[in-house]
């Protein structure tokens, strides 16, 4: 009799517990591991969203509408394996023909949640803001998500990333990439780069050395992850995102899975000619030219200078975004190797978004080219308006301890 009552109170007790957790893990298995946003065409006008399930989850299609619509469209996606056999998909769809400058919901299920972006304005006149960075889990992701929660205050329209994302990538090829990484900070990003009035923040991003086995000189091939999340439509380490015919964005490869004085710098030229009238220009790369901790001689700034910068002067790129030394810095306007107030080029950097521990950098008083350094964890944030470029740095705390205009 009394082992009778134990087996009712059982029933009774945990079996409903037991259905009850069952359909959460249900409920939760319909959300995806994480969702983000990148760029492949126009900004104003269009949204590529990229999604993480398991290898499970096959369904196609993505449905939208635009905010104060009742009537949600369809859109297909597709999606590809993950690398090393991870049992994962990775989902990709882009919504083309958005109006700018509008509200945009979508869902991945029709039970599923309701996510909110935004589509970039036509014409520059009202402000923009987006914020930059890079070099982002390298320690505990808790340093990562907390800037990036400061940033997500900001309410930026998108943000520039510039490699190292995930450390991932080991130095010698005996070892594969450490995938659970990318779960992280791709986790990371879904819970915590939404503005507050809840939208996603697109990425647009560049490669770095730890996206790399090997980290240069190096085949796709060795950096297949970055490629296999992050990929454009000619499957390149580099591109170009224009934002109608006032902001084109330049990704660049640091000689990671591209060179930088062959094909990259042909299309780099190619590709700056025809965009030497757009009001804002900005370059972005992981290992910087004028370097605020590392050797200025060395190999990979050397060449960025000898090959890219020249570019950068000849065709008026207004700033460009560096990385790798895991500081802050801002250079003097610099042009031909010498600092000119009119004609010369700021380089912003150098990837601190998640590092515990900053590095010393090096002194302005003892370094030509360099305004401003400093030992902090941070972000920038860049404010566009007309034809007058801001730049803020902002450090973990929500400190701003740097501005510049050009």
């Known amino acids: 009799m009394h082992k009778l009552k134990l087996y009712f109170f059982f029933l009774c007790t945990f079996l409903p517990l037991f ?63 993950m690398p090393d056999d991870h049992p994962y998909h990775i989902h990709r769809a882009e919504i083309i023909g958005l109006n700018p400058d509008s509200d945009y919901f979508f869902r991945l299920d029709e039970d599923g949640t309701n996510y909110k972006f935004r589509t970039m304005p036509e014409r520059l006149d009202q402000p923009i803001r987006f914020v930059e960075g890079g070099d982002m889990l390298h ?15 900001e309410d930026p329209h998108f943000a520039v990333l510039g490699g190292d994302i995930a450390y991932s990538a080991p130095r010698l090829s005996l070892y594969s990439e450490n995938f659970k990484n990318w779960l992280v ?27 790399v086995i ?21 499957a390149e380490s580099f591109q170009v995102i224009d934002f109608s015919n006032y ?12 060179a930088i004085d062959l094909e990259q710098k042909s299309w780099l030229e190619e590709n700056l000619e025809p965009r030497r009238n757009t009001t804002h220009k900005f370059a972005v790369y992981h290992v910087p030219a004028f370097p605020s901790v590392r050797k200025y001689k060395g190999k990979v700034s050397t060449q960025v200078r000898e090959h890219w910068v020249p570019l950068f002067e000849e065709y008026g790129i207004n700033a460009a975004f560096e ?5 802050y810095k801002r250079t003097k306007p610099i042009y031909q190797g010498k600092v000119d107030p009119e004609k010369g080029i700021l380089y912003l950097g150098d990837g601190a978004w998640g590092i515990k521990k900053p590095r010393t950098p090096k002194k302005p008083k003892s370094t030509w080219y360099l305004e401003k350094t400093q030992g902090s964890r941070h972000f920038i944030l860049v404010t566009l308006y007309g034809s007058h470029r801001f730049f803020m740095a902002i450090d973990g705390e929500g400190v701003i301890f740097d501005y510049a205009k050009n």
Do not use: C
Not at 139 to 153: F, G, I, Q, V
């Open 19 to 81: 259905f009850l957790s069952q359909n959460i893990s249900a409920d939760q298995s319909k959300e995806p591991i994480s969702v983000y946003l990148t760029w492949e065409g126009d900004p104003t006008t269009t949204m590529t969203v990229r999604w993480i399930t398991s290898n499970t989850e096959t369904r196609s299609g993505l449905q939208y509408r635009q905010g104060g619509y009742p009537d949600w469209e369809s859109v297909e996606s597709s999606f590809i394996p």
């Open 185 to 211: 900070w791709l986790k990371t990003w879904k819970e915590t780069m939404v503005t507050p009035k809840g939208f996603l923040i697109p990425m647009l991003i560049t490669i770095g050395n730890h996206e």
């Open 247 to 258: 902001l084109s964005i330049f990704l660049l490869d640091s000689d990671h899975t591209s």
């Open 214 to 234: 090997g980290r240069y000189g190096q085949p796709p091939e060795k950096a297949k992850f970055f490629y296999a999340l992050f990929r454009n439509p000619k």
């Open 139 to 153: 320690d505990d992701p808790k340093y990562l998500a907390d800037t990036n929660r400061r940033s997500a205050m």
């Open 323 to 327: 990385h790798h030394d895991h500081v």
